[in-house]
């Protein structure tokens, strides 16, 4: 059994999380929002890379036997020095470019990030690997995160919003779409409501858990746990209300799970 530290911006790496109980429910885990300070999409890459950094030494600090950056844009920008830093496995989280190029049909494929991860070297990099017969029509989610972690994931406003932001993918006739920030997962609605049922939608969280179960077997932290495990939440801004964004935007039931709520200025 292992301490696992999920971090995010905000509530957006709650949807990896959600994978990570589905698939691995015999670990404890720590979420950690940094909501206090998201969106991070539209900050320097320097601001985003020191933030991550001392957000997930803090999680080492709290115990944690692996880290999943459960963000695109923290991933794009500081995982490198994170793994440098910290002894411990981290797990990253990047759009899925490559597995939407393998299955698109017609060859046009939309991704929908924040303007760092488009713009980072790493993402740029991935990019240049993919066959340049695929078209890649990149589009930032400006303003959506803030909708999200508001509770408005469905609201009229995001709608609109994202209506804006889909047109050029939806224009160019995409029939597969990379949600490339891992709040949009919570989007799927909207954007099926715009897009229709037939667009393939990318979400890369269950390659992310695999790869994290991986390195659990390689450490041997794969057995079950002898009592309840415990799921702690930890924001920079309100705690009460990530546990409440939490409840209601994952599907797993947590009920087998002791679960706390933490500020994040409560821990070292
Ligand atoms: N959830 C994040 C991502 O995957 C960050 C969004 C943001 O804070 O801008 O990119």
């Not at 206090?36 to 999680?59: F, K, V």
């Amino acid at each position: 059994m292992a301490l696992i530290g999920v971090f995010d911006s905000g509530v957006g790496g709650l949807s990896i999380l959600d994978e990570a109980l589905r698939q691995l429910p015999q670990h404890d885990y720590i979420y950690l929002a940094d909501s206090a300070n998201a969106p991070y999409g539209e900050r320097s890459s320097d601001w985003i890379a020191t933030r991550s950094l001392a957000l997930c030494t803090q999680l080492l600090n709290e115990g944690c036997d692996a880290i999943v950056v459960a963000c695109n844009t923290a991933t794009a920008e500081g995982i490198q020095e994170i793994r440098e830093s910290l002894a411990i496995p981290v797990i990253g989280v990047e759009p899925g470019i490559k597995p939407a190029s393998m299955q698109t049909q017609n060859g046009i494929v939309g991704v929908l990030a924040t303007e760092a991860t488009l713009k980072s070297d790493k993402f740029n990099a991935l990019l240049a690997t993919l066959p340049s017969n695929c078209q890649f029509i990149k589009q930032s989610g400006a303003g959506l995160v803030p909708l999200i972690e508001a509770g408005q994931a469905d609201s009229e406003a995001t709608l609109e919003l994202l209506a804006k932001h889909l047109e050029a993918i939806q224009d160019a006739g995409a029939d597969t779409l990379v949600l490339g920030c891992t709040h949009y997962p919570f989007l799927r609605r909207a954007i099926r409501k715009l897009l229709g049922e037939s667009i393939n939608l990318i979400d890369t969280s269950e390659a992310v858990v695999r790869q994290l179960k991986r390195q659990l077997e390689l450490q041997d932290k794969t057995s079950r746990a002898a009592q309840s495990c415990t799921l702690t939440f930890i924001s920079s801004k309100d705690e009460q209300s990530l546990l409440n964004m939490a409840k209601e935007l994952m599907a797993s039931d947590m009920t087998s799970h002791h679960i706390q709520a933490k500020s994040l200025s409560s821990i070292r």
